[in-house]
């Protein structure tokens, strides 16, 4: 039974890899984008059913350094730097969100 | 010519990395297990794919930003863990029913 559901999950990965993620068509160095997006998708679905608030946290945590990638892979594309700048001032509030929201979790206050 | 393929190689990798730090992300069990799973995997992958985009840019300012995204990265993205994972174990979240040891709340004890 379990070596069934680890031949059905490898197929559903090699049908998702074969076809691109179906998100979009383009160039071979665009198309990397759409495995970014894929996993987004799986972040934002803990995001959204996770059971306790510090799944939440991790997630939105990972998420911040997934777009940090992205923004560097689209500005690879494009040939401009600015993305780069974008990813870092992206990188450092998601940091700062993160330590936040764990002193929240924690029930202590913002300037302890 | 081998700039390119060792450039676009790290950035496969460092796509793949991140893929599968957030399947660990969706399919494992604990709030622990989780961040232990996506922070490194997830943190690996981008850093392995801005340590692609500096070798295939060089030394102008993409490539430069490049490698301050690393630097970032590599400083900010294991603090967050570090707080998530002990707000959430100072929360009394609890942890998973098969795990075997845990050492933080027997070195509390001892010191009450």
């Known amino acids: 039974m379990k070596i069934f559901r680890w031949i059905l999950g490898i197929i559903i990965l090699s049908i998702l890899a074969y076809f691109n993620f179906f998100v979009y068509e383009g160039e071979i160095i665009f198309k990397l984008i759409n495995v970014i997006l894929f996993a987004s998708l799986f972040v934002l679905y803990r995001v959204i059913f996770g059971p306790s608030a510090a799944d939440r946290i991790v997630s939105i945590d990972i998420f911040g350094v997934l777009i940090i990638g992205l923004l560097a892979i689209i500005g690879l594309f494009y040939d401009e730097s600015f993305y780069m700048d974008i990813a870092l001032i992206w990188g450092l509030m998601s940091f700062i969100a993160s330590l936040a929201f764990a002193k929240i979790l924690e029930r202590r206050h913002l300037d302890d | ?112």
Do not use: C, W
């Open chain 2, 1 to 112: 010519m081998i700039r390119e393929i060792i450039g676009y190689g790290l950035i496969y990798i460092g796509i793949a990395f991140d893929f599968f730090g957030v399947l660990g992300l969706v399919r494992l069990p604990d709030v622990y297990n989780r961040l232990q799973a996506a922070t490194k995997s997830v943190t690996f992958g981008t850093g392995g794919i801005l340590l692609g985009i500096f070798i295939l840019q060089g030394f102008n300012n993409f490539g430069f930003k490049a490698i301050l995204g690393i630097i970032f990265i590599f400083l900010t993205s294991p603090t967050a863990a570090h707080a998530i994972s002990h707000a959430a174990h100072r929360s009394n979240i609890k942890l998973d029913e098969k795990t075997v040891v845990d050492q933080y709340a027997e070195d509390n004890e001892n010191k009450e």
